[in-house]
C-alpha cells in the first residue's frame, strides 16, 4: 500500500495547458506517493492524456509547480522525465516484432563484454524482471510476433523497468485486451506497486481501475472534479464525477 505520510513522489499543483483557444487543462492538481496506483478517468476530452503527457515530458504545461519529492522541477522532454525516475508506457508500444523479448528489452541499451554483445546478462535480467512481474511468457527468446496483446504489455512494462523508475506511467493499458489478458496486466500493477514503484493508471475502464487503483482522480473538461479511495469508491459515485451529474471539484488532494 502507498505509505501517504512520505514526500510525493510526485506532485503538480496548479496546471495549465491550452492548445490554441482550446484549454486542454485548468488549475488541475495531481499527487503521487511511493508505493501507490492512481487511476487517472475522465471521459474524452477530459485531459488525461494531456496530463500524462506533461507527467512524461512529452509537452510542457503553460502554468503551474511540479515537484519530484518535494523538489521544484521542470519537465520539459521525455529525458528530464528519465532522469527524474519517470518511465511511460504509451498505447502505441513501440516494439518490434522481428525481435525477441531479449531484443526489445534492451534495444538501445545492449550490454556489452567487450566487442560483443553480453547475451547472457541481458538474458538473466530479462528473466528476472518477467518473474517479479509474475508474467506468463514462455521464453525470452520468444519473437514477440507469436506474443498475445497482454505479453507485448508485459514485454513493453520490463522494458520501463530496466531503468528502475520511481514512476511508472501507463496510457490505457487494457485497451484491446482479452480479460485473461487484461487479469494478467493487472496483476502487473499490482506487482509494480509491491516492488516499490508508483504507478500512473490512464484507463476508461472503471472495472480496471477499481481493480487496482489506491486512489481516483477523475478529470472532467480539464478540470478536477474529485479524488476518491479506489477500494471503496462506488461506481455510480466515479460515474456521477465524471459525467459532471455531481461536483467533486473540492474533493481533491
Known sequence: MSDTTSTPALSLRGIDKAYGAVQALSEVNFTIYPREVVAIVGDNAAGKSTLAKIIAGVITPDAGIIESEGIPVTIPTPASAHALGIATVFQELALCDNLDVVSNLFLGRELRRGRYMDEAAMEEIARKILRDLTSRIPSVRTLLSSLSGGQRQSVAIARTLLGNPRIVVLDEPTASLSVSQTAEVLTHIERMRDLGHAVVLI???????????????????????????????????????????????????
Do not use: C, K
Open 203 to 253: 484507463s476508461h475502464n472503471m472495472s480496471d481501475v477499481r481493480a487496482v487503483a489506491d486512489r481516483i482522480e477523475v478529470l472532467r473538461h480539464g478540470r478536477n472534479n474529485g479524488s476518491f479511495p479506489g477500494y471503496s469508491t462506488s461506481y455510480e459515485e466515479i460515474i456521477a464525477a465524471i459525467t459532471g451529474a455531481a461536483d467533486f471539484s473540492t474533493q481533491t488532494r
